[in-house]
């Protein structure tokens, strides 16, 4: 029973099962089926995918060749005016470039390809058969490692009738010939010789200042060996301007100057070639060169362009110059006298004479100026303005004694030789210029006198009265009233008539000036011409005074003697008692009271 059950139920199973599968089955073959659809579907829209993008690429290779052709006949009309910028390396032209690359304009980029290419060039170490070609999807570019030498775009191509490729590849063999020369030129070889010529200048460098010392030893022996032999002392006149030993030591000096400006001038040479024997530092040799003679050309030029301004200098110089002389000749003759012009004094002449001459002189400057280098340059006119303000600003006690100067050379005052007071100065004038004045005391004491000073005092010209018409000395002495007024003023003429260097005509005359309580002072007046004999006048004429009094024993008693006459000897010098005794009959006669 239970055996049925359990083949019951297994069968209950077994047609479940199978009903399961069956249904399974069954859903298997539907999917099936709708998955077939979709793939048939998915194949009809590729299918009708890649026929639209056959059509558009179609339509796009179309359109480059319309874009393509159009640009061709657009850069055929551009070439004929177009410059090509050429790739030179070292004078040699590789190819040229057209077109721009992005904002880089053809001349940027030929100088760009030109420096990578003698920058690598330059390497001890180069293998130019390893330069190679890469593209992308943009450029096509020459490569050597990591280091871009040129680059090609599709408009270069366009330019040369060709693809970027195919330009790349056609300018890479004349980069790699170009760098094959420049390893010939710097390589480990031609460096080594190189070396070899750097060492060479080196010594004839040193030889040659070797020499050059050498020949000063010499040089130098030769003067010390000319000392005792040949060389005598140099004299202009009576002045001995350089002895023996200022000699030596002069031409030692030379000699040694000498010696280094031919080893400047060696090493001027020998520097730039030793800088231009390696190509890397060839440029620094022309460079250093430069320094040289750049300056010394812009000078030579200077001056060669100057050359008309130097005529137009020369000729206004030259016609001042014999302007000047032509003034100087007429003050000459107007200060002898022999030329004369009314109202104008000779001794004007010089001073008038040097006042047109810097006049002139001025006057030349301003017409030089605009001539001169430099003169319309901002530095030189800031300099010419500080000058004058430091000259303005520190020139006014200048100015003013030059004008005082001037003043007083037109008023004449004075003129030189003469003798004269300065306030409490008195001498004779030696020398007159623009600024002061200077004076020689009879004493040989000489004094300066600022001309401002002169024009704000009082000046007393003796020799001027002397000249014109007699300077009046005079000289007071006092008596006592017991001698007779007739007897004191011929005492007073007759010393003045024993007095050498005193006028005669107009006659001297004396004056009785004053009459005190004790005693009269009688004042002598006499003419003379020579104003610098005023103290010899003066002292031969009190010594006379004082002889003649001693003659006629008349005794200088005032005004400050105080004597008693009851007996006492006269105060006289004895030599003269006895010719007293003789004139006065009794000189006891007259007893004074004071």
Excluded at 35 to 61: K, P
Excluded at 518 to 530: G, H, K, L, P, T
Aim: proline share 4%; net charge positive.
């Amino acid at each position: 029973m239970k055996r049925a059950l359990l083949l019951l139920l297994f069968c209950c199973c077994l047609t479940s099962v199978q009903a399961q599968e069956d249904s399974l089955a069954m859903a298997r073959a539907d999917s099936m089926r709708a998955l077939s659809a979709s793939l048939e579907e998915a194949r009809i829209n590729e299918m009708n995918l890649r026929m639209e993008l056959v059509a558009l690429r179609a339509a796009t290779i179309e359109q480059d060749s319309l874009d393509r052709v159009r640009q061709q006949r657009r850069i055929d009309s551009l070439r004929t005016i177009t410059p090509a910028m050429p790739v030179v390396v070292e004078g040699d032209t590789l190819y040229y470039i057209y077109a721009k690359k992005g904002g880089v304009s053809p001349a940027t980029r030929a100088e760009e390809v030109s420096a990578a290419i003698l920058s690598l060039g330059k390497r001890f170490v180069l293998n130019p058969d390893s330069v190679y070609v890469e593209s992308t999807e943009i450029v096509t570019e020459l490569m050597y490692g990591d280091k871009v030498i040129a680059s090609f775009t599709d408009m270069d191509g366009l330019w040369e009738n060709s693809t970027r490729d195919e330009l790349a590849q056609l300018r890479r063999q004349p980069v790699v010939d170009k760098l094959r020369a420049l390893q010939r030129e710097y390589g480990i070889m031609q460096l080594l010789k190189h070396i070899g010529s750097l060492l060479l200048v080196v010594l004839v460098q040193g030889v040659l200042i070797y020499a050059t010392n050498r020949l000063y030893r010499y040089a130098k022996r030769t003067i010390i060996r000319l000392r005792r032999s040949k060389l005598k002392p140099l004299s202009f006149r009576n002045y001995e301007l350089l002895n023996i030993d200022k000699e030596v030591r002069l031409l030692t000096s030379v000699c040694s100057a000498a010696r280094y400006l031919l080893i400047l001038i060696q090493l001027l040479f020998s520097i730039p070639i030793l800088f231009s024997i390696f190509p890397q530092t060839k440029d620094l040799a022309y460079r250093i060169f430069s320094y040289i003679w750049d300056p010394l050309k812009e000078i030579m030029l200077g001056i060669v362009n100057y050359i008309p301004k130097l005529f137009v200098i020369i000729i206004i110089w030259l016609i001042i110059r014999y302007v000047v002389k032509g003034v100087r000749y007429l003050a000459g003759e107007i200060e002898a006298e022999r030329l004369k012009i009314n109202g104008f004094y000779p001794d004007w002449a010089q001073p008038s004479y040097q006042i047109i001459r810097f006049l002139l002189y001025a006057f030349m400057i301003a017409m030089i100026y605009p001539y001169l280098p430099g003169s319309d340059s901002g530095v030189f006119q800031g300099v010419s303005v500080f000058v004058g303000l430091i000259v303005s600003l520190g020139s006014s006690s200048v100015i003013s004694n030059l004008m005082a100067g001037l003043v007083t050379t037109y008023m004449r005052p004075f003129r030189t030789g003469d003798r004269v007071k300065l306030n409490d100065t008195i001498g004779d004038v030696m020398e007159r210029t623009p600024f002061v004045t200077r004076i020689k005391t009879p004493k040989n004491e000489v004094i300066t006198i600022p001309n401002s000073f002169i024009m704000s005092s009082h000046t007393v010209n003796y020799s001027a009265s002397a000249r014109d018409y007699g300077l009046i000395l005079h000289t007071e002495v006092s008596f006592g009233f017991e001698i007779h007024w007739k007897r004191i003023y011929d005492l007073l003429l007759e010393a003045a008539r024993r007095t050498s260097g005193i006028r005669q005509a107009p006659a001297p005359f004396v004056l009785e000036t004053m009459l005190h309580d004790f005693y009269a002072i009688y004042q002598i007046n006499v003419y003379i011409d020579d104003a610098s004999q005023m103290p010899r006048i003066y002292s031969d004429l009190n010594r006379h005074i004082q002889d003649l009094c001693n003659e006629r024993g008349i005794e200088l008693l005032s005004p400050h003697y105080f004597a008693q006459r009851d007996g006492n000897e006269l105060t006289i010098p004895k030599e003269y008692k006895a010719a007293a005794t003789h004139e006065a009959g009794n000189p006891r006669a007259d007893v004074p009271t004071m």
